[in-house]
């Protein structure tokens, strides 16, 4: 058992008969009356997110954890295909497992958590960024560089981010897999 305390991005919990991983979280003092902590919950079974509070001192029943590398091989409609890169063994899961699916480009080295319990995949890590070449924007203009405007742009995975005027066709961007948002240009 686990109190409010320990609570962190990343752990995974169980709540209503469900396991939880804990994507994002608030401990709040208010000036007056008792702490607490808001948190936001994603389920691994059914990738639902909700929103909770737990009050100071709660005590959360934790959910022990193992970290397995794994890499990317393909997806096939909604079921992703990866492979251990210690034992070469192969699972499959659903799309609902992973937080941004569109970035993940295959040949991705990830990180799977599973339970300790039943070995059952809870969910995927991605790496903190992706570095991915842009398939289709509309062509950038010298010179807009000053303002923050953006623009759509399309990537090898098939999704789509904006980026600033200037990124062209054939260009290397770095994407924040958390918030699924452009970084910066990287050059070769």
Excluded: W
């Amino acid at each position: 058992m686990a109190s409010t305390s320990d609570i962190r991005k990343g752990l995974c919990i169980r709540y209503n008969n469900d396991i939880y991983k804990i994507i994002d979280f608030l401990h709040v003092k208010p000036g007056k009356g008792p702490a607490f902590v808001r948190t936001k919950l994603k389920s691994v079974s059914s990738g639902k997110v909700l929103d909770n509070t737990f009050s100071a001192g709660h005590k959360i029943e934790d959910v022990r954890v193992e970290t397995r590398t794994y890499q990317f091989l393909y997806a096939e409609g909604e079921t992703y295909h990866f492979m251990n890169t210690d034992d070469y063994n192969q699972i499959t899961l659903q799309e609902s497992a992973l937080d941004a699916p569109g970035l993940l480009k295959e040949g991705e080295v990830v990180k799977i958590l599973f339970n300790t319990e039943d070995s059952m995949p809870l969910a995927v890590e991605m790496p903190a960024s992706v570095i991915l070449e842009v398939t289709y924007t509309e062509p950038g203009v010298k010179g807009n560089t000053a303002t923050n405007a953006t623009k759509p742009a399309k990537v090898e995975t098939g999704a789509e981010v904006n980026v600033p005027l200037f990124i062209n066709e054939g260009d290397k961007i770095k994407i924040d897999t958390e918030k699924g948002s452009y970084m910066e240009r990287v050059k070769e």
